[in-house]
């Protein structure tokens, strides 16, 4: 079994999540859009990712392909946005940022939710406490959220859907004292870490809620659940498997792909793109302070197509140094490529992956060759900085010779419903009439 003392424990924790975040995210610089159906749709616009209350009281599903809500869109008038991630990446920035002055330790889980530790706040009043945080992030963001409080992260992940569900409760739900209350109410599929087969498993058995579940013994849970499910138990009964991930681990690989807006069949405009991809996965490289081991290239037909044959290979090759090099990785980026290209393929999806990152810190460089490895590298950051700075001042933009012929409105996803870059470009800064 775990090795876990079979004790309550005396930690507290919090979920914090904003609600609806790419829908609020446009809501908030278009002051007309409150109280109206709002949807936010995925790369090439293809499904729904994002909904305003207004927008699923409409009965627009999560995922929900665009082209099937058509008639429901024009008939309720519900405005359409394509993703505008540059926007959406700074406000989740500005809101996590925000928590940090309000709670001493905070995990940043995703992009618009992070877990708290509240222990060291017992003496006060935590539910009028969050409350009052709640209310000064919708104040400064106007960014509305749910906060759930628990002695277990499962069990604060809980009561922020169960706060959600009951507006009555203004967005806070503490569920300390009150866990039989939240455990009997919220539906099995609720509870994190169970999946629409696992529930359907649960269901069959009798197990209609996580209060029905946490009755059930340690060796059924086992058996049927694993060791993670039997976890995920404990932490419903209260005991705290999970502790607050305050730091950023080390990523081990880094991927920049995209799906194209219309298919490519030419190798030479591949390359173009690719050597957008690769500018962009050096940029990723130089900012986590990591190098590539290894260099994977992947390609796709539309798998949608029925017309014509699927197509799709991946293959990776091993550096001879670990780089983040523009220039070494689109050497070796353009040879994978020309390995895996087929002609008579439409192309529908390209990506590149660094694997095996190591720290540049930590990296045990050539005794031989030491001093062009460093100047490759000062190139390399120079280069970009260089670009970064003229492509964000609206003068005048650099591009790579290799892929300033093709012109991004020819390859990009399908971006029919873009916002403006209100808060990343100074360009598109909201102006103000008085």
Request: overall charge positive; charged content about 25%; hydrophobic content about 35%.
């Amino acid at each position: 079994m775990l090795s876990i003392q079979q004790e309550k424990n005396n930690k507290i924790f919090a979920l914090v999540d904003a609600n609806n975040f790419y829908a609020s995210c446009e809501i908030i610089f278009n002051p007309k859009l409150k109280e109206k159906p709002v949807i936010v749709l995925s790369n090439n616009d293809g499904c729904v990712i994002s909904r305003s209350p207004e927008a699923k009281q409409l009965g627009i599903k999560m995922g929900q392909p665009f082209f099937e809500i058509q008639d429901i869109v024009k008939k309720h008038r519900v405005y359409v946005f394509s993703s505008n991630f540059p926007l959406y990446a700074d406000m989740s920035y500005r809101f996590h940022e925000s928590l940090n002055l309000f709670f001493p330790e905070i995990e940043v889980y995703s992009v618009d939710e992070s877990f708290i530790d509240l222990s060291s706040l017992k003496k006060y009043n935590l539910t009028s406490y969050c409350l009052y945080v709640r209310n000064e992030i919708l104040r400064w963001l106007k960014i509305p959220s749910c906060i759930g409080i628990g002695r277990t992260k499962t069990l604060a992940k809980l009561a922020n859907k169960y706060a959600k569900q009951h507006p009555e409760l203004q967005g806070v739900f503490n569920s300390i004292n009150r866990e039989t209350i939240l455990l009997k109410n919220m539906p099995i599929e609720e509870v994190w870490g169970i999946g629409s087969k696992l529930s359907q498993f649960l269901y069959k058995k009798g197990i209609h809620t996580p209060y029905d579940l946490i009755q059930q013994n340690d060796y059924w849970i086992k058996k049927h659940l694993k060791i993670n499910g039997l976890r995920m138990v404990y932490e419903l009964r209260g005991i705290s498997c999970y502790n607050l991930e305050s730091y950023n681990p080390q990523k081990k690989n880094t991927v920049v792909s995209r799906s194209f807006g219309t298919s490519i069949s030419n190798l030479e405009d591949l390359e173009k793109i690719l050597m957008s991809f690769i500018e962009k996965l050096s940029e990723k490289l130089i900012k986590q302070k990591q190098l590539a081991t290894y260099l994977g290239i992947f390609i796709k037909s539309n798998p949608f197509n029925k017309k014509e044959p699927y197509y799709s290979n991946y293959k990776i090759k091993k550096l001879e140094t670990p780089t983040n090099s523009i220039r070494i990785l689109y050497q070796n980026a353009k040879k994978i490529l020309k390995n895996i290209y087929k002609p008579e393929i439409k192309y529908k999806k390209m990506g590149v992956i660094a694997l095996n990152l190591c720290s540049i810190d930590s990296f045990q460089k050539d005794l031989f060759d030491n001093q062009n490895y460093d100047k490759e590298q000062l190139r390399n950051e120079a280069i970009l900085k260089l670009m970064h700075y003229y492509n964000h001042s609206g003068k005048i933009k650099i591009q790579f010779a290799k892929n300033i012929q093709l012109p991004k409105n020819t390859w990009f996803p399908k971006q029919y419903h873009l916002s403006k870059r209100y808060t990343t470009d100074i360009n598109e800064i909201p102006i103000a009439k008085i």
